[in-house]
T-cell receptor
Framework: AQKITQTQPGMFVQEKEAVTLDCTYDTSDPSYGLFWYKQPSSGEMIFLIYQGSYDQQNATEGRYSLNFQKARKSANLVISASQLGDSAMYFCAMREGGYSTLTFGKGTMLLVSP | EAGVAQSPRYKIIEKRQSVAFWCNPI?????LYWYQQILGQGPKLLIQ????????DSQLPKDRFSAERLKGVDSTLKIQPAKLEDSAVYLC?????????????FGPGTRLLVL
């Protein structure tokens, strides 16, 4: 089974609107971390936000927030007030237990239109 | 603070040739990773170093790929001989030892095209 599933190959949103990018994960380890990265066309992976499995509150970083639903094993990224510069690939990733290795999903391409 | 540096940014070679990539991690980061990202997929870990020791190389095709991290700082990844399916972006990342988050910071990557 896939450890990280991103079901949306592509998403379109208008500037200034909010958008949710879906991510579900699969692990039996009670200790894990979930990450979201942005990859613009330049290729660099840019860290956006982190959620630990024991964190009580959903993570927020500026316009990014993580909708963490542990029972559903989902960690959706919410981008508020989309900007043209948000157009990029977005990857969800997981680290399990004491290992620092990340497992990535296949990504979602987000296109923001004026 | 300078980010992760990688070179070259682009490389085109013919199959069966050899190629090497270089990575300089963020200063002070003990852990260094090499990922392979094939078009349309997420990055896949090739090898992980902790200082200059290998932590995980289970997904490294050792018959053709090799990597080293001398003095626990810079690292090189080599492919010899290259195959068509090695065409991909090779990403280097580093992380500090600050559990539990240990965020990985990535370089710009090297785009390899094997003809």
């Amino acid at each position: 089974a896939q450890k990280i599933t991103q079901t949306q190959p592509g998403m379109f949103v208008q500037e200034k609107e909010a958008v949710t990018l879906d991510c579900t994960y699969d692990t039996s380890d009670p200790s894990y971390g979930l990450f979201w990265y942005k990859q613009p066309s330049s290729g660099e992976m840019i860290f956006l936000i982190y959620q630990g499995s024991y964190d009580q509150q959903n993570a927020t970083e500026g316009r990014y927030s993580l909708n963490f639903q542990k029972a559903r094993k989902s960690a959706n990224l919410v981008i508020s007030a989309s900007q043209l510069g948000d157009s990029a690939m977005y990857f969800c990733a997981m680290r399990e237990g004491g290992y620092s290795t990340l497992t990535f999903g296949k990504g979602t391409m987000l296109l923001v239109s004026p | 603070e300078a980010g992760v540096a990688q070179s070259p940014r682009y490389k085109i070679i013919e199959k069966r040739q050899s190629v090497a990539f270089w990575c300089n991690p963020i200063s002070g980061h003990a852990t260094l990773y090499w990922y392979q990202q094939i078009l349309g997929q997420g990055p896949k870990l090739l090898i992980q170093f902790q200082n200059n020791g290998v932590v995980d190389d289970s997904q490294l095709p050792k018959d053709r790929f090799s990597a080293e991290r001398l003095k626990g700082v810079d690292s090189t990844l080599k492919i010899q001989p290259a195959k068509l399916e090695d065409s991909a972006v090779y990403l280097c990342a580093s992380s500090p030892r600050t559990p539990p988050q240990e965020t990985q910071y990535f370089g710009p990557g090297t785009r390899l095209l094997v003809l």
